[in-house]
């Protein structure tokens, strides 16, 4: 029997990081520390053998996440138990596996995904707290949330961001739909809470700088689509801080009984 005649185990994990300290999602080279690079590590001790994951969401240097999805192939069996508990044996503890579930091999994290959710949180006092500021952005200054979400509600459906991505983004098309935008505040945090089909390189966190503006009182909430018409990056606000950044879900067909689409972020509990 050769290697290809041996079935192929697929399996996807819900896994949450805290993103400080790690050059982003993606394996970059082998000076860059990175989320990917830690799992890959740690599932192949599990698999004997190299491990190759695939992701639902790349995230940026500083970008954490509760509810990112991976999958990845194997050809030893391991009980979903044993993915769970034996990888993060062997991660950092701001890694941590939270669930594992065999799929089928046509499920993709990433190319199966319907949407994602994303919520970005600032913390909107004088002083920003010693304890938690490498994960909340801040703001010193008052943000006035209904102007925000006055702002907010002119980006929902589907339209061309090419004002709301980086110059550098690869992707082939601008074209996204935001099916929600919420803003809210919960006492001295203020969560920006945006899921949509798929998401430009800094999407989230240029419409969270612009929001912010408004809020501040330097530009109208119609400012937000000024920007979103004119299809242009340098008519935008500034990039907002990624600290405050959280992959929170990702939501598939039904049929893959996967989606980890909700809050889940224990400082709105």
Known sequence: MTTSDIPVTRVALGVEYHGSGYNGWQAQNHESITVQCELEAALSKIADAPVRVFCAG????????????????????????????????????????????????????????????????????????AIMSQHFSFENRPLDVERMQLAANHLVGEHDFSSYRTVRCQAKSAIKTIHHLNVKRHGSL????????????????????????????KAEPVWAKEVLEARNRCKGGVTARPNGLYLVGVDYPDKYDLSTSKMDLPFFA
């Open 190 to 217: 203020i969560s920006i809470d945006i899921r949509a089909n798929a998401f430009l390189h800094h999407m989230v966190r240029n419409v969270a700088g612009v929001l912010m503006t408004v809020g501040m009182g």
């Open 58 to 129: 790349r995230t940026d240097s500083g970008v954490h996440a509760t509810g990112q999805v991976i999958h990845f192939d194997v050809l030893k069996p391991r009980g979903e138990n044993a993915w769970v508990k034996g990888t993060n044996t062997h991660l950092p503890d701001s890694i941590r596996v939270r669930w594992a579930k065999f799929v089928p091999e046509d499920f993709h994290a990433r190319f199966s995904a319907m949407a994602r959710r994303y919520i970005y949180v600032i913390e909107n006092r004088p002083v920003h707290s």
